[in-house]
């Protein structure tokens, strides 16, 4: 009889014990995918202030070669020469 009783109070605890192993696991999913949701937000952001930097620069290097073609041409050159010779090597 004590035995019964005692199997029926393990069982009892393992009931809970599965609840709240359940419940714990829920938790950190949703924990995961909060953290998960607001990380890709930021990368988000974060890009949109990359794209839109690199859109400036770029406005503002085009501006410079239209009002200057002839040094941008040379200075174009002088790039291409150094990396020919690296890549000669």
Same mark, same amino acid.
């Given at each position: 009889?004590? =035995? $019964?009783?005692?199997?029926? &109070?393990? #069982?009892?605890?393992?009931?809970?014990?599965?609840?709240?192993?359940?419940?714990?696991? +829920?938790?950190?999913?949703?924990? =995961? $995918?909060?953290?998960?949701? &607001?990380? #890709?937000?930021?990368?988000?952001?974060?890009?949109?202030?990359?794209?839109?930097?690199? +859109?400036?620069?770029?406005?503002?290097?085009?501006?410079?070669?239209?009002?200057?073609?002839?040094?941008?041409?040379?200075?174009?050159?002088?790039?291409?020469?150094?990396?020919?010779?690296?890549?000669?090597?």
């Amino acid at each position: 009889m004590a =035995t $019964a009783q005692t199997n029926q &109070e393990l #069982q009892e605890q393992l009931d809970t014990l599965r609840k709240d192993f359940a419940e714990v696991t +829920k938790t950190l999913k949703d924990m =995961t $995918a909060a953290y998960a949701k &607001e990380s #890709q937000d930021r990368v988000k952001v974060a890009a949109g202030h990359a794209q839109d930097q690199v +859109k400036e620069s770029f406005t503002k290097v085009q501006g410079e070669v239209e009002s200057h073609p002839y040094s941008s041409m040379a200075v174009a050159f002088g790039i291409g020469l150094v990396i020919g010779k690296i890549l000669d090597r």
